[in-house]
């Protein structure tokens, strides 16, 4: 299924100038507020109960070299109202091996489970952040325990940019032809859990920007395109936060519109593909 919103509808040359204005803007704000997000954050250890009308947890999973900063507005629209607790996971930023750290992502989501009570949860990843969710769900039996994992320019076909930065493991494993990739090119028949996945064509780390869609004929997947805004900018513009919080609050359905408050009004259309067919159906949709 795939998707599409334009937080802004301009013209393309006009775009990707906004873009990087607005991506600019978005890293100087992150590295005022990087340095509050190192430590990980406390967790009340008391159990974490399900009242009436609660929706399952969400734990939110940041990217390469980054930390849970970058969901300070996240958090905050997702937690409002009280429906839904969340949290933020830090990895190491010593990690070597995102497949010790989806290892590492299973016996948190096992904690959270039994502090809340509740079978399932939600999780949503920027970057590498969803690619350690996807490794989890899809060759760790995650599948069982997460209800949906959203994740924001997650390089799920592998990127190739910034090639001088093959020494580092983990970028190698985030090349389209690593071991990490192949693993998540094969079959994963009876997959529980329901995946989104934003991407944008401004995506400067994306390569190529269509590397950020979820193309696996056994995953419920949906692939949502966000025009205007690059690859800083999609944890933390408001149309695409509160896309991310409705995606969580249930399916997505052809008469949801707007931006739940967003600055910009939403326009949207997009192919419906089902994960069982060639994928050659369309049916417009608004998000």
């Known amino acids: 299924?795939?998707?599409?919103?334009?937080?802004?509808?301009?013209?393309?040359?006009?775009?990707?100038?906004?873009?990087?204005?607005?991506?600019?803007?978005?890293?100087?704000?992150?590295?005022?507020?990087?340095?509050?997000?190192?430590?990980?954050?406390?967790?009340?250890?008391?159990?974490?109960?399900?009242?009436?009308?609660?929706?399952?947890?969400?734990l939110l999973l940041h990217g390469f070299t980054d930390n849970r900063s970058v969901f300070v507005l996240l958090r905050r629209a997702l937690g409002a109202g009280g429906r839904r607790h969340v949290e933020t996971y830090n990895y190491s930023p010593l990690t070597l091996d995102l497949r010790v750290t989806a290892q590492h992502l299973a016996r948190r989501v096992e904690e959270l489970c039994e502090r809340s009570g509740q079978d399932r949860v939600d999780l949503?990843?920027?970057?590498?952040?969803?690619?350690?969710?996807?490794?989890?769900?899809?060759r760790l039996g995650g599948d069982t325990r997460v209800r949906t994992l959203v994740t924001l320019g997650t390089p799920h076909g592998g990127t190739r940019v910034a090639p001088f930065m093959d020494a580092h493991p983990l970028v190698r494993q985030m090349r389209p032809?690593?071991?990490?990739?192949?693993?998540?090119?094969?079959p994963a028949p009876g997959c529980r859990t329901r995946c989104v996945a934003f991407w944008s064509g401004f995506d400067a780390l994306m390569a190529p920007t269509g590397t950020a869609r979820i193309?696996?004929?056994?995953?419920?997947?949906?692939?949502?395109?966000?025009?205007?805004?690059?690859?800083?900018?999609?944890?933390?513009?408001?149309?695409v936060i509160a896309a991310v919080r409705r995606v969580l609050d249930g399916p997505l359905r052809a008469a949801d519109s707007g931006a739940d408050g967003a600055a910009d009004r939403d326009t949207a259309r997009g192919d419906r593909r089902d994960p069982r067919s060639d994928g050659t159906g369309e049916e417009g949709m608004a998000v």
């Open 1 to 58: 299924m795939g998707l599409t919103i334009a937080p802004l509808p301009v013209p393309r040359s006009g775009a990707a100038l906004r873009a990087a204005v607005v991506e600019a803007v978005v890293l100087a704000g992150h590295m005022l507020l990087y340095a509050g997000g190192v430590r990980e954050e406390r967790r009340d250890e008391r159990p974490v109960r399900a009242g009436p009308g609660q929706l399952p947890p969400v």
């Open 124 to 138: 949503v990843g920027h970057s590498l952040g969803g690619l350690v969710g996807r490794y989890y769900v899809q």
């Open 177 to 186: 032809d690593s071991p990490v990739m192949a693993e998540l090119r094969a």
């Open 215 to 239: 193309e696996h004929p056994d995953l419920d997947a949906t692939n949502v395109e966000v025009t205007g805004i690059g690859h800083l900018a999609l944890p933390v513009h408001p149309a």
